[in-house]
Structure formats: C-alpha cells, structure tokens
C-alpha cells in the first residue's frame, strides 16, 4: 500500500500504551489527519512553535491524570526546546471543565493563554465556577474580558470543542488524557520517561 500524499497524512496507526504500533481496524477510517489535530489555526500553540515534534493532548482541567501528565511534560520541555505543543479541550466532566476551556481559549486575546493553561493544570482543588474565575484573575487574566470574548467568539470556540470531541470518538478514546505525538496515539497519562521515549520515536 503506497504511503499517503503529505497533504493526507493519515495517523496510521495507535498506539496503546507504549506498547509495539498495531494497525487501525477498518471499521475506524477514516481518522483526522494529523494535520487536523495537531495544525488547528484556532488552537493556540504552547512550547516551540516551530518545534520538529508536535504534541497534541487530549486534556480536561478537572482530570488529575491530565494535570499530571502536563506537569510531566512541562519538565521535558524545559529541556527539550524542540517540543510543539497543542492541547485539544476535551471537557467530559461537564458544565464546569468546558467553562473552564472556554474562558482558558478566549483569554488568548488578551495574550494570556499560556498563564491561564499552568494556572488551572496545577491546582489540585476541585474547580467550580466561582474558583476557574479566581484562579484566572489571580494569573492575570481579566476574566470579565475574557467572558466577553468568549461571548464574541462564542461560535468559533463552541465548535472548536466539537471538533476536538469528534476526534476524541474517531480515536475510541475513552477518557481523558490521550496524546497525539508524532503519528502515534497514546491512550493513558505518560510519565517523563514516557514522553521522551515517544518524542525520540516521532523524531526517528
């Protein structure tokens, strides 16, 4: 079977674990290009954004094993500066974790997205609304703006989230967190171990 156009690179293959690569069973094409996932222009970047490796996670801010992957991973990218990275919101724990991807999105207007991604990926607290709002304000957001924004905007995130949602099922991802590195999905939280292994299998 001749390899795909580049303007059609189809992920190939999953990965369960960091287990050997094992072929997509029919019945699940066709799936996102990587293109798709990890090159959505109203996603910001975080990292490198030139980087020769990009890291796509499938992430909600009320999921510990997402927090902890991310925590993990910001220790590898201080290290390797090659690393792109995109974080496609996946809100399935409900009202409070899309209100918290909405407004974390819509502050990318003021400049601030980075700020408000750390802040809510490294608290331990439960979030409500009440505290997503305090946590932003605390990082420097201005959450009435960014509510604004969001209002503005509303179409364009709103339908962000969907498309992310639609990859997570045409994946058969069944929770939170999955990670599209390279051309290969992995469906767990990861370790820095974990990532470094992966980033060095996307490079090779």
């Not at 099922?169 to 990670?179: D, E, N």
Request: glycine fraction near 8%; charge should be neutral; aromatic fraction near 6%.
């Amino acid at each position: 079977m001749p390899d795909p156009s580049p303007n059609r690179r189809h992920i190939l293959k999953l990965v369960v674990g960091l287990g050997a690569l094992a072929p997509l069973p029919l019945w699940a094409n066709p799936l996102p290009t990587v293109e798709d996932v990890a090159f959505d222009p109203d996603i910001p970047v975080l990292g490198n954004p030139d980087g020769d490796v990009t890291i796509v996670e499938f992430t909600d801010y009320q999921c510990p094993y997402c927090k902890l992957s991310f925590l993990q991973l910001s220790e590898v990218m201080k290290e390797d500066t090659g690393i792109r990275l995109v974080l496609r919101d996946w809100p399935i724990f409900g009202e409070i974790s899309r209100n918290a991807a909405l407004l974390t999105l819509a502050s990318n207007s003021q400049g601030r997205y980075a700020d408000a991604v750390h802040t809510l990926m490294a608290t331990r607290d439960r979030l409500t609304f009440r505290s997503t709002a305090n946590l932003l304000g605390e990082a420097g957001i201005d959450v009435e703006r960014a509510r604004g924004d969001l209002a503005a905007g509303q179409d364009l995130l709103v339908g962000l989230l969907a498309r992310t949602a639609a990859q997570a099922s045409a994946f058969q991802l069944q929770g939170t967190p999955g990670f599209l590195i390279g051309k290969a999905l992995y469906k767990r939280g990861m370790t820095a171990d974990d990532f470094r292994k992966a980033v060095a299998q996307a490079r090779a």
